[in-house]
């Protein structure tokens, strides 16, 4: 089992930023693939970026693409995601997530068995 546990979010106006922190316990050695998902109300849950930690490979959803950085500290045991340039477009209830699938498709949310809690962006225009 991975336990995950998501933290940073918050409330921000438009052209703001904010960086979400995903903590990782249990057998970590089944998350060779981290990702980042949101859900806005009324929408599907969709992939914004994940991360290879083995190479440390990133996957960006052309919507984040240049806005958002993910990046890891292995020592850590923690996954990031820096959001720049938020747009109101941005606000939903992020997740963190863990895949041992290498990040073979990086935001297919069936590939990711273990999730976080969830932790709400909210931009304000």
């Known amino acids: 089992q991975v336990q995950l546990v998501e933290s940073g979010g918050g409330s921000v106006q438009a052209g703001g930023s904010l960086r979400l922190s995903c903590a990782k316990s249990?057998?970590?050695?089944?998350?060779?693939?981290m990702g980042w998902f949101r859900q806005a109300p009324g929408k599907e849950r969709e992939g914004v970026a994940s991360?290879?930690?083995?190479?440390?490979?990133?996957f960006y959803a052309d919507s984040v693409k240049g806005r958002f950085t993910i990046s890891q500290d292995n020592a850590k045991n923690t996954v990031y995601l820096q959001m720049n340039s938020l747009k109101p477009e941005d606000t939903a209830m992020y997740y963190c997530?863990?895949?041992?699938?290498?990040?073979?498709?990086?935001?297919?949310?069936?590939?990711?068995?273990?999730w976080g809690q969830g932790t709400q962006v909210t931009v304000s225009s």
């Open positions: 991360i290879y930690t083995g190479g440390g490979s990133t």
């Open positions: 997530a863990a895949s041992h699938l290498g990040c073979y498709r990086p935001h297919e949310r069936a590939d990711f068995p273990y």
């Open positions: 249990g057998y970590t050695i089944f998350s060779n693939c």
